[in-house]
């Protein structure tokens, strides 16, 4: 047999296999289609390969076993087998564009979600750093604290006024950053407390590791102000250089002579001074009356509004006079 001519038709197929081969080969067309959308040259040029070869097979005539209603559903024309193919690949193009908006968003959120962890890592890895340096600073204060009190009491003192509760008070906000800070300490037994005070007082500092350190009851406001109310004889007996404390809760004892006075309310102050033979508290008198500076009002009165140039101001009124002849 000679080989056929350039113009020779193909032969119809009539085994399975070519109308299998018939029936992939649009799929394959249409794979080629969807991946020339996207760019794939090499699936592009062999589904345009696909699509010529089509074109080998007859435009009319039916296929062998195939019945008249698979026939008119067959495309026969080049034309019908290209305006098929346009349809799947517009089809495909529209749910590949709307598959690739949503890739590129989740994509975007993947994104934003990496840059929230590192931030948060950093973040963790951040105060863990912080936690580490207040648990240092804590501990170097707790040896801080063992040792000033090892300083200023006997060892079997230091064991009744074992620590119960200390802690740094914050520092100012528009404080310098090498500002000292004060520090609240609470002991276990009172004793502790008026040992310690006993062994500062008359110290305005007590030097400890370079620094000096300053004492104080850390007192309420209303404590602070209950106090003052003594203020009279608490002046009158450092004056006389006459010893006296302040107890628990609210109390002040006084020493002289071998004997203590505990007092309580403000209005004992006069017996006890009388008591103590102490001179009694001047007498609070309401200051005498002084004049003051005059007041605001009381000045000279200031001088009416001229205006720079009266012949203007008169034009002026004249020209909204004329304007406004009802005054308005």
């Given at each position: 047999?000679?080989?056929?001519?350039k113009?020779?038709?193909?032969?119809?197929?009539?085994?399975?296999?070519?109308?299998?081969d018939?029936?992939?080969?649009?799929?394959?067309?249409?794979e080629?289609?969807a991946?020339?959308?996207?760019?794939?040259?090499?699936?592009?040029s062999s589904?345009?390969?696909?699509?010529?070869?089509?074109?080998?097979?007859?435009s009319?005539?039916g296929?062998?076993?195939?019945?008249?209603d698979?026939?008119?559903?067959?495309?026969?024309t080049?034309?019908?087998?290209?305006a098929?193919?346009?349809?799947?690949?517009?089809?495909?193009?529209?749910?590949?564009?709307?598959?690739?908006?949503?890739?590129?968003?989740?994509?975007?959120?993947?994104?934003?979600t990496?840059e929230?962890?590192?931030?948060?890592?950093?973040?963790?890895?951040?105060l863990?750093a912080?936690?580490?340096?207040?648990?240092?600073?804590?501990?170097?204060?707790?040896?801080?604290?063992?040792r000033?009190?090892?300083?200023?009491?006997?060892?079997?003192?230091?064991?009744?006024?074992?620590i119960?509760?200390?802690?740094?008070?914050?520092?100012a906000?528009?404080?310098?950053?090498g500002?000292?800070r004060?520090?609240i300490l609470?002991?276990q037994?009172?004793?502790?407390?008026?040992n310690?005070?006993a062994e500062?007082?008359?110290k305005?500092?007590?030097?400890?590791?370079t620094?000096?350190?300053?004492?104080?009851?850390?007192?309420s406001?209303?404590?602070?102000t209950?106090?003052?109310?003594?203020?009279p004889l608490t002046?009158t007996?450092?004056?006389?250089s006459i010893p006296?404390?302040?107890?628990?809760?609210?109390?002040?004892v006084?020493?002289?002579?071998?004997?203590?006075?505990?007092i309580t309310?403000?209005s004992?102050?006069?017996?006890?001074?009388?008591?103590?033979d102490?001179?009694?508290?001047?007498e609070?008198?309401?200051?005498?009356?002084?004049?003051?500076?005059?007041h605001?009002?009381?000045?000279a009165a200031?001088?009416?509004f001229?205006?720079?140039?009266?012949?203007?101001?008169?034009?002026f009124?004249?020209?909204?006079?004329?304007?406004?002849?009802?005054?308005?």
């Amino acid at each position: 047999m000679g080989k056929k001519s350039k113009h020779q038709k193909a032969s119809k197929p009539t085994g399975a296999g070519d109308i299998g081969d018939l029936l992939l080969r649009p799929a394959k067309a249409a794979e080629a289609f969807a991946s020339k959308y996207n760019g794939d040259t090499t699936s592009a040029s062999s589904g345009e390969q696909a699509l010529d070869e089509l074109d080998e097979f007859p435009s009319t005539g039916g296929l062998h076993g195939a019945s008249s209603d698979e026939e008119n559903n067959l495309p026969s024309t080049k034309g019908d087998k290209k305006a098929l193919f346009r349809h799947i690949h517009t089809l495909f193009a529209a749910d590949i564009a709307t598959l690739r908006v949503e890739i590129h968003t989740v994509e975007g959120r993947v994104k934003k979600t990496e840059e929230d962890t590192q931030g948060l890592t950093a973040r963790c890895i951040q105060l863990e750093a912080h936690n580490t340096e207040l648990r240092r600073s804590q501990t170097l204060l707790t040896n801080r604290l063992d040792r000033l009190l090892a300083t200023l009491l006997t060892q079997q003192q230091v064991t009744a006024a074992a620590i119960e509760v200390f802690y740094r008070i914050r520092r100012a906000a528009k404080a310098p950053v090498g500002t000292s800070r004060d520090v609240i300490l609470q002991l276990q037994t009172r004793s502790a407390q008026r040992n310690i005070m006993a062994e500062v007082r008359g110290k305005t500092t007590h030097l400890f590791d370079t620094a000096n350190l300053s004492f104080y009851q850390d007192l309420s406001k209303p404590t602070l102000t209950w106090r003052g109310l003594f203020k009279p004889l608490t002046a009158t007996l450092r004056q006389h250089s006459i010893p006296y404390c302040w107890a628990f809760p609210r109390s002040l004892v006084i020493m002289h002579g071998g004997a203590t006075t505990r007092i309580t309310d403000p209005s004992e102050m006069d017996s006890v001074l009388s008591a103590l033979d102490l001179p009694p508290r001047p007498e609070q008198t309401t200051p005498a009356w002084r004049p003051t500076t005059p007041h605001v009002w009381d000045m000279a009165a200031v001088k009416p509004f001229q205006p720079a140039n009266p012949g203007a101001s008169a034009t002026f009124k004249a020209q909204r006079a004329a304007k406004h002849p009802s005054g308005t």
